[in-house]
T-cell receptor, first 113, second 111 residues
Framework: DVKVTQSSRYLVKRTGEKVFLECVQD?????MFWYRQDPGLGLRLIYF???????EKGDIPEGYSVSREKKERFSLILESASTNQTSMYLC????????????FGEGSWLTVV | QKEVEQNSGPLSVPEGAIASLNCTYS??????FFWYRQYSGKSPELIMF????GDKEDGRFTAQLNKASQYVSLLIRDSQPSDSATYLC???????????FGSGTRLLVRP
């Protein structure tokens, strides 16, 4: 079974803090993704990475950055957290070839106060 | 126009009935189509995917794809209360790695 692990499930941070969300996958997938999910807006892609040290902006990259130093690990960074970044963050991974089926982690609930 | 559209629901069906969930997409270049189920407070889990026009069956689930009309649907036979969840449709364009998700349809199966 594919395992995508998000280390922080529930976080409360203050406005202006730097926030790190970590994600690890154990299936040697080339592609990794960060989505956020908000009521009524569905899943929106923040960033994705198709290889180590490679990244591409998704639909809503503003206020976020990412790091992929190792194939299995993809980190999302909020440089200066704001209240409008309160959301559920989902990490996902997929193989580069084939079905491109995306497998999700359990999600990280972030509240910025 | 959203790229992937779904009726938000809720769609309410009695236990044992067939639930029909629909999804339309705008990009004719879309190649692969996915259905995910998401329980409240949980992350999405893959139900099935389909590439070719027609039907694809997996247990109680059938995905139907019509590229000419740009819609994909999911049928759930013999619906159970445990099927109550939000169902997300996702579309993969051309050679892109990205999936574009609809906002989801909430399904309620009444005992």
């Amino acid at each position: 079974d594919v395992k995508v692990t998000q280390s922080s499930r529930y976080l409360v941070k203050r406005t202006g803090e730097k926030v790190f969300l970590e994600c690890v996958q154990d299936m040697d997938h080339e592609n990794m993704f960060w989505y956020r999910q908000d009521p009524g807006l569905g899943l929106r892609l923040i960033y994705f990475s198709y290889d180590v040290k490679m990244k591409e902006k998704g639909d809503i990259p503003e206020g976020y950055s990412v790091s992929r130093e190792k194939k299995e690990r993809f980190s999302l960074i909020l440089e200066s957290a704001s209240t409008n970044q309160t959301s559920m963050y989902l990490c996902a991974s997929s193989l580069r070839t084939g079905a491109n089926t995306i497998y999700f982690g359990e999600g990280s609930w972030l509240t910025v106060v | 126009q959203k790229e992937v559209e779904q009726n938000s629901g809720p769609l309410s069906v009695p236990e044992g009935a067939i639930a029909s969930l629909n999804c339309t997409y705008s990009d004719r270049g879309s190649q692969s189509f996915f259905w995910y189920r998401q329980y409240s407070g949980k992350s999405p889990e893959l139900i099935m995917f389909i590439y070719s026009n027609g039907d694809k069956e997996d247990g109680r689930f059938t995905a139907q794809l019509n590229k000419a009309s740009q819609y994909v649907s999911l049928l759930i036979r013999d619906s159970q209360p445990s099927d109550s969840a939000t169902y997300l449709c996702a579309v993969n364009r051309d050679s892109s790695y990205k999936l574009i998700f609809g906002s989801g349809t909430r399904l309620l199966v009444r005992p």
